[in-house]
């Protein structure tokens, strides 16, 4: 299960290595898996929790909360990992809904949970807001390429409102959100709206309306440390490990001892599809010298994140490093973490 991966979020250094940049490495949250809903909110408790402000302008956004599981499935001590877009309320919003669900608790699970919430709407009653996963979207460099001479070094954030058409890419794009107002932001993000498409479900296009979507920009300026170092923030995460995956790189040294748990980390950069490339180990794993960071690289191989984050930045090129947690059990829950 994709559970069994360690999360974490420190930023460290890059170690120094042949034919590389000593680039600052993010320690990435590794993906969870989503947990299964047994108990949502009422459509009147969502559109209650709907920040107003955005509402009004059409603007749909993402919070992820992290949350632990009570006995009764009831989310309890919740906190937001991340919202997106910054500053306008879809955080405090999420929080006000996890009051809502419950999650079904599985034999073998860990009690603690990482659930999205979306929200989307749109200013036309007859198009589909549509928030399905960017398969392309702008580079490190496109983003450096725009930055407006009067940014003056400071981020700008941008919300697009857009079309979407069915091959999932923008058109007839209008800014929803904008900060700061008077530095052409706005022009900069116009200027990369047709480079992203998303992947679009089949579902959405058998219904034959026309679709809208929101794109979330965060533009920094080239010379800062998180367009230097190609930070990572919030990265969205497309595809990690099976659980069968995870059982079958269980190294072999490890269960030959008796270790029925442990952890590996790995080193890799990120392709600019958002896959993992080129990972290698990093440190020799927890126990040590018993292949959990081999493992781990193994692993890390299969893993892909959107090419622009839920944050509103790219992905391309940057280093990241991956702790994964693996657990020997059961074949019916290889790789779950006990709780």
Known sequence: ????????????????????????????????????IAQRPTALEYMSAYPRAAASLGMGGKAVLDC???????????????????????????LALSRSYRVEQEPVSTSEVELPIGFATTLDDNALPVAGPWVAAPSFADVAGVYPDIGGGVAGQVVLHCALQRDGTLHACRTLYLKPTDR?????????????????????????ASMVADVVMNLAAPFRDEAQTRRIDAPAWLAAPSATDLARLFPAPAAQKGVVAGQGTADCTVGADGALQDCQPFGAGEPPGLGFSEAAAKAAMMMRMSPWTDAGGPVDGALVRVPIRFTQAPAKYAGAVAP
């Open 1 to 36: 299960m994709i559970a069994a991966m360690m999360a974490a979020a420190v930023l460290a250094q890059a170690p120094e290595a042949a034919g590389k940049p000593a680039l600052a490495i993010n320690v990435l949250s590794a993906p969870m898996e989503t947990p299964r």
């Open 68 to 94: 632990h599981v009570a006995e009764s499935g009831r989310l309890e001590g919740c906190k937001v990992a991340h919202e997106a877009p910054l500053g306008a309320g879809f955080g405090a919003a999420a």
């Open 184 to 208: 052409d932001f706005d022009v900069a993000a116009m200027k990369l709206a047709p480079r992203f498409r998303m992947q679009v479900d089949p579902a959405m296009l058998r219904n034959h």
